[in-house]
């Protein structure tokens, strides 16, 4: 078995994400987080105060980890991703 | 139970609970629902 590292408690499975640009189409959305693991679900912000804006669930927390800190600033289209663990 | 087994017990015990399967109803009662609509899974996506 692989020797497994401890996980700190701020870290999840479900990535709160900001600075999308409004536009931005699933295929897209999956292209960019599911490089990194299995997506459960995907919710876009498409109100005035939650677009550009979603919350990415990934299947495995070691997903979500990698993906933020690969993604963090990360740009799309001109914007730079803001990436937050949801608690 | 030697430490370094204990240890590894725990991580595995933390993670187990931590990457529990999720139901929509979970991630309903967990995620906003107004304000935010659920992104189709597109045709193409194969998870990795």
New interface residues.
Partial sequence: MSRKQRIPPEVNRILYVRNLPPKVTSEEMYDIFGEFGGIRQIRRGNAHDSRGTAFVVYEDIYGAKAALEALNGFNVAGRYLIILYYS | TNPELYN?LK??Q??DY??RP?T?ED?DN???S?????????A??I??
């Fill in positions: 590894q991580i595995e933390d993670l931590r990457n999720l929509d991630l967990m995620l906003p107004d304000g935010y609509e659920i992104m189709e899974v597109p193409s996506y998870p990795k």
